[in-house]
């Protein structure tokens, strides 16, 4: 069996799970490849995929026997079908935060299932942990994301608008990587001083400030990049709300690693803007993988201690609103005794 | 009270709910025009809208007085607040189709309702039948849609591969609409036998069937097209299949009105299809609205009697496997006595 539905298997065996029923397309292509619309059913004995005369072809190109993964067409799956599958188990897990209610009712009719138990997100958090496969992918994406934010500091000229610039990030990924892995931001001026800015149509100036927020996939793996930088010269205001991000940045990238504490890890940038008289208005950071933002969350909501092979992104930011905002962010990977940088774009003032 | 909001609530009367908590962000901005991220609450007396900071602004430029919204910001609402929303009510509907099971047993501990009940689609049974302005908008990207054709028409090269026919149309919307109202299929040669295909890098020969289905919206709603056309020529074989897929199109056009059952409809064009030995392999259409696909469904699973300003879409289909596929879709508004195509595009053979 592949070795992530075999991780699956344990953790439910430990969770006294003897079912699981996975309908969220995304888990169901971590576990096993398949992109596509169905649901897999691990019961007792038998991993089941079903889906639709659609897919049957794909399915079976992507599936070895190795893999282990029984394939049904939907249409040959009759009622006594379904009612069987959990037939002699205790609890079948499903995932809660995925299905809805309305699902949730049709399941315990059409597999008839005793109790139907709620799994607390088993496969979001067996998916904070990558393999060597799914770095190479981040990784790849990451290096995409460099050229691409070189490739765009040439080609921003004053006068061209948020919206094209963009544009022309989405048109370099969708030749060199699968796509965007969420919308840009591209926000000037005072634009920059909203986190989740939206590209407009304001026009770049002689003399202006950018924040570009970007990121691609590679093989349904996602990067995530941020830069402030400048056009004609940095500005006397900015230099020391950008120095203190910066040094936030850089810092906090020794203090990822093996162990430590997503609550702490935020407290202390909060601490440190705070001082400054500033505050730390979003998330320090979230994970990264085949969601933009996925589990871990790096914030003081949730505490979770980083571990070996996580992929997070670490992305202070300080906003002054109407004037201007500041954001560095890298994508990095956790390990052993610090962290490594996926993203490698220059961080310090970058002037065009 | 804006007269959307209005009949809900006569609604919700005639169900005996006492309040209604939306969630979906498609419902909350049909009912209010707001589009941002937050829960609509109709309690006893008010209707509530919940959203946080990032949104206040925006919110409070879209409404006016009389719509009759209180707006909070998330952080000012506390704990009392939530279980005072439905303290009176004996019913409160949810969204039981787009609510987590997550989200529905937080609901019912955080606003305390004794009795959470789903609502079957409330909704989105009143959004089938368009208003005046909704039917405005959906006109509007009728008409952008038939241009964007004519435009393809004559952009469309041999050797062009099916991918830059598909980014030609996506820039052709950007420009001209609020973009795509879902991702354009381009499918060409044996390609067209798919009728979900993706476009790929197939380049258009000389002699060439090609099949695209295109949309786009403005202000929040949807536009749907398909033709089939030819480069070259119309090879021989193609043409009986073609006039049997366009003799019922246009048959059941003036079929598609006031009081028609969709299940007799897809019937309908199911037996002349068979007559011939062919097969109708998916549904014969679906509303438009702010959803690209939204009720009623035409087909034959469920029945729902056809009402006046209802929009929807006709679409009849016949795919020969490895061989390939003609589709000819319109958008169509219904009336007491017949239906309107909303998009015009030539339906005769189109020789490019």
Redesign the interface.
């Known amino acids: 069996m592949n070795p992530k539905l075999q991780w699956l298997r344990n953790t439910m065996s430990s969770l006294d799970l003897q079912g699981l029923i996975i309908s969220n397309p995304v888990n169901v292509r971590y576990l096993t490849n398949i992109n596509a619309e169905g649901i897999l059913l691990l019961t007792r004995k038998e991993n089941i995929y079903i889906t639709d005369s659609?897919y049957i072809e794909h399915v079976h190109s992507i599936l070895t026997l190795y893999d282990e993964i029984i394939v049904y067409d939907i249409k040959d799956v009759s009622k006594e079908d379904y009612e069987n599958f959990f037939m002699f188990c205790e609890n079948v897990g499903?995932e809660?935060?995925?299905?809805?209610?309305?699902k949730?009712?049709e399941y315990i009719r059409k597999y008839k299932i005793n109790s139907l138990v709620?799994t607390d997100n088993i496969i979001e958090k067996q998916r904070m942990i990558k393999d060597e496969e799914e770095i190479k992918n981040i990784k790849r994406a990451c290096e995409i994301t460099d050229n691409c934010f070189t490739h765009i500091l040439s080609y921003i000229k004053p006068g061209m608008t948020e919206k094209q610039i963009a544009?022309e990030i989405e048109r370099y990924y969708?030749e060199n990587s699968d796509g965007l892995s969420f919308e840009t931001i591209v926000a000037s001026g005072e634009n920059s001083s909203k986190p989740?800015a939206v590209p407009t149509d304001r026009k770049i100036q002689d003399v202006d400030i950018i924040t570009i927020d970007m990121g691609c996939k590679v093989n349904g793996y996602c990067s995530d990049m941020t830069r402030t930088f400048f056009v004609g010269e940095v500005p006397e205001y900015v230099k020391p709300v950008y120095d203190l991000v910066l040094k936030n940045q850089t810092q906090t990238t020794d203090d990822f690693k093996d162990g430590a504490s997503t609550r702490l890890l935020t407290k202390m940038v909060e601490n440190d803007f705070k001082l400054n008289g500033y505050d730390l208005v979003h998330a320090l950071g979230h994970g990264v993988g085949m969601e933009i933002h996925e589990a871990p969350y790096i914030n003081y909501k949730t505490d979770v201690s980083l571990k070996e092979n996580m992929v997070v992104t670490n992305e202070p930011g300080i906003y002054i609103p109407g004037k201007f905002g500041v954001r560095i962010e890298d994508t990095v990977q956790i390990t052993k005794f610090g962290c490594i940088n996926l993203t490698n774009s220059e961080k310090n003032y970058i002037i065009i």
Do not use: G, L, Q, S
């Open positions: 659609r499903f809660e935060n995925y299905v809805t209610y309305a949730y009712k709620e544009d969708k989740h």
